[in-house]
């Protein structure tokens, strides 16, 4: 069926290292991935998104890797800091997002140690 | 800030009231949508607007719901005779940008 789920429901880091957010999806025809961070009692933040024909974005600190062959989609944030603690999301959808909704997994809860 | 707002952002009420949300996307975005978020879950779909078109809607929306974008501005969802099980939080999202979301608790 159509999912998206992360291997690893919580993530602890220490300040300054990098981190790594897994996610598997299992829908061949989703063309179009986005990441979003999602601290207490707000709502989800749009961090980086990547499209199919790509297997590699980078931003301000954040890279996401795409591999399509294994439906494998990572979130790396490089120098970690306490601000990154939240959960992050992948989310995925068909049609690259000019229509549909997109399809969330559970979350990874990222955590930063001083 | 995304530029999406919502109102109110809680709203407490009791089983059998219904309530309504109201969600301002930014503006010039045609595509918008709405979506549950209970804890511990990622958001789950629940329908979806080009301009006043409701295109979308998911099975999750019982007939105790409805939304609605009249003008193809803003939206409102409103729950009718609300359920303890209809507590989450309620997340308009404008295109792929999201608003602060309405926590709504059902006693």
């Known amino acids: 069926g159509e999912s998206v789920g992360l291997h690893l429901p919580t993530l602890s880091v220490q300040e300054g290292d990098n981190s790594i957010i897994n996610c598997a999806y299992s829908n061949s025809a989703s063309d179009y991935f986005i990441w979003y961070k999602q601290e207490s009692g707000k709502g989800p933040q749009f961090i980086i998104d990547?499209?199919?024909?790509?297997d590699k974005r980078q931003g301000q600190r954040v890279t996401v890797l795409l591999n399509k062959t294994v439906k494998h989609l990572s979130l790396q944030i490089a120098a970690t800091q306490p601000g990154d603690s939240a959960v992050y999301f992948c989310a995925e959808i068909i049609n690259g997002g000019s229509q549909g909704n997109l399809i969330f997994g559970k979350g990874t809860k990222l955590s930063v140690k001083p | 800030d995304t530029g999406v707002s919502q109102d109110p952002r809680h709203k407490i009420t009791k089983r059998g009231q219904n309530v309504t949300f109201r969600c301002d996307p930014i503006?010039?975005?045609?595509?918008l949508y709405w979506y549950r978020q209970t804890l511990g879950q990622g958001p789950e779909f629940l329908t979806y607007?080009?301009?006043?078109?409701?295109?979308?809607k998911s099975r999750l929306l019982s007939d105790r719901f409805s939304a609605e974008r009249p003008k193809g501005s803003f939206s409102t969802l409103e729950i009718q005779r609300t359920e303890q099980g209809d507590s989450a939080m309620y997340l308009c999202?404008?295109?792929?940008?999201f608003g602060p979301g309405t926590r709504l608790t059902v006693l």
């Open positions: 999202a404008s295109s792929e940008f």
């Open positions: 503006s010039e975005h045609n595509r």
């Open positions: 990547i499209r199919s024909n790509m």
């Open positions: 607007f080009q301009n006043e078109a409701q295109l979308e």
